[in-house]
C-alpha cells in the first residue's frame, strides 16, 4: 500500500510541474508579444504630414524663380502611393518605384495640394516616364527629374490656382530594377 500511495503522489507532482511549465510558456509568449508591439509601433497609421516651423517672424525670400516665398510654417504632404513605372534601358526596360513628398509653406498652401493631387500626380507621372533609365541611374538624373517634376508640378499649380503652391517635391524612396 505505501508502494501505491508514493505511485499516485508521483503522478500528482509530476501533472503541477507540467502544468507550471505551460503556465510560464505562455506568460513568456505573452510578455514576448507585447513587447513586439510595443517596439513595433503597434497598428497606428502612419501619419501623412509632418511640420517644421521656421521663424515667422522673418522676411520674406525671394526663391531662385524670383517669385516671393512665404516664410512660415512648413508642410510635408505625401503622395497617396508611391510611382511605379517602367523606364527604357540600353540593354533592358527597368522598373522604378518613387515615393514622393510635397514641402508647402502654411496651411492653406497644404489643404490646396491636397485638393489637387490628381492634378499632381498626373503632372507627375507625365515627368517620369520621360525619364530613361541611363540618367536616373546617375545623382544628376536624379536631381535633373525632381527639377523638371518641381517645374511641372509649379506651372500646372499656377494655371489652376494662381500661385506655385509647392515649395520643393522630394523623392522620399527611389528603387529601380
Not at 509568449?29 to 503597434?42: E, Q, R, T
Not at 510635408?76 to 540593354?91: D, E, L, Q, W
Not at 490646396?112 to 546617375?138: C, M, Q, Y
Request: glycine residues 10%; hydrophobic residues 45%.
Amino acid at each position: 500500500m505505501a508502494a501505491e500511495e508514493l505511485q499516485v503522489e508521483e503522478e500528482e507532482s509530476g501533472g503541477k510541474s507540467k502544468m507550471l511549465i505551460i503556465i510560464a510558456a505562455v506568460a513568456v509568449l505573452a510578455i514576448g508579444g507585447g513587447a513586439a508591439m510595443f517596439l513595433m509601433g503597434g497598428d497606428e497609421p502612419a501619419a501623412e504630414t509632418e511640420e517644421l516651423t521656421l521663424d515667422e517672424a522673418a522676411p520674406q525670400e525671394e526663391s531662385s524663380s524670383g517669385a516671393k516665398a512665404e516664410l512660415g510654417t512648413a508642410l510635408y504632404v505625401a503622395m497617396p502611393r508611391p510611382f511605379v513605372f517602367n523606364v527604357p534601358g540600353a540593354s533592358r526596360d527597368r522598373l522604378v518605384q518613387i515615393k514622393v513628398q510635397l514641402l508647402v509653406r502654411g496651411s492653406t498652401n497644404e489643404e490646396t495640394a491636397k485638393k489637387h493631387i490628381p492634378l499632381i500626380e498626373g503632372g507627375l507621372l507625365r515627368v517620369f516616364s520621360s525619364a530613361n533609365a541611363e540618367d536616373l541611374a546617375t545623382v544628376q538624373g536624379k536631381e535633373a527629374l525632381k527639377t523638371l517634376s518641381l517645374t511641372t508640378v509649379q506651372d500646372e499649380l499656377t494655371n489652376i490656382v494662381g500661385n506655385k503652391v509647392i515649395e520643393n517635391v522630394l523623392f522620399t524612396g527611389f528603387v529601380m530594377q
